[in-house]
């Protein structure tokens, strides 16, 4: 095996061995929501670029930083599936079959989008809180960003991967995701820039969440591998030699 293939089986290989049995056995049924958030961001893109579907798109999933926040968090969640104007539709629904698809897989439906919706939600709080610091600050924002249209998927998909990459050791991949967005707002200091820096961040505590999580239940497996509670097996294993002194 060549160095090359030895660094990509040591970067990508757990990833590898958890995608490739779901899709050999079940292939597209491996991923049924992937499948329909594409569906659903198509049609979504579709309704709006007709004369009757974009004032109706924009009520339910725009969501801008004027807005009042009941408002703002009531569209959130549709606001992933409704693809930035401004940016080819393909790449969009591309990003959300892969990075989502592996998502599914490896994490399952339900935390896919609790990492989604929080990355996504990260974002639009954010977007608030750089305003009101203003241009000024490292992170502030100017004040003409409160009525920019704040939606798509690229929030949610830059957090699963970063996700991904810590959660099956491809910590080169979630370094060059990470190291991709704060050059993207080096070059180009905009709103979703900064957004996605704000999705790495909530998704990084996530990390630190799930890290904390399993180390717990490793040390209670641990320590109760003995029958035993952890605070009480050492004294009971130390017990008869206590006795024969």
């Known amino acids: 095996m060549s160095t090359a293939a030895r660094r990509a089986r040591a970067e990508w290989g757990r990833l590898y061995d958890a995608v490739r049995g779901p899709l050999l056995t079940r292939r597209w049924r491996a991923v049924p929501m992937t499948l329909g958030v594409v569906c659903l961001t198509a049609l979504v893109q579709f309704t709006q670029n007709q004369s009757w579907g974009h004032r109706f798109v924009q009520d339910v999933g725009a969501v801008r930083a004027g807005d009042p926040l009941w408002l703002a968090l009531l569209r959130t969640p549709l606001s992933l599936f409704v693809p930035a104007p401004d940016l080819p539709v393909w790449g969009a629904l591309a990003q959300l079959l892969v990075v989502f698809g592996l998502a599914e897989i490896c994490l399952g439906r339900w935390r896919t989008l609790v990492i989604a919706y929080v990355a996504t939600l990260a974002g639009t709080l954010y977007a608030r809180v750089g305003i009101a610091l203003g241009p000024a600050g490292l992170l502030g924002l100017p004040g003409t960003d409160a009525h920019v249209v704040d939606t798509g998927p690229s929030a949610a998909v830059v957090g699963l991967a970063v996700f991904?990459?810590?959660?099956?050791?491809?910590?080169?991949?979630?370094?060059?995701?990470?190291?991709?967005?704060?050059?993207?707002?080096?070059?180009?200091?905009?709103?979703?820039?900064?957004?996605h820096l704000a999705a790495i961040v909530a998704v990084l505590v996530l990390c630190g969440v799930s890290a904390t999580r399993h180390g717990r239940r490793a040390g209670a497996r641990a320590g109760w591998g003995s029958g035993l509670p952890p605070s009480r097996s050492w004294t009971r294993r130390r017990g008869p030699a206590q006795r024969r002194s």
């Not at 990470?178 to 957004?195: F, Q, R, S, T």
């Open 164 to 195: 991904l990459g810590w959660r099956h050791r491809a910590y080169v991949t979630a370094c060059a995701v990470i190291v991709a967005m704060v050059v993207e707002v080096v070059l180009k200091d905009n709103l979703a820039g900064k957004e």
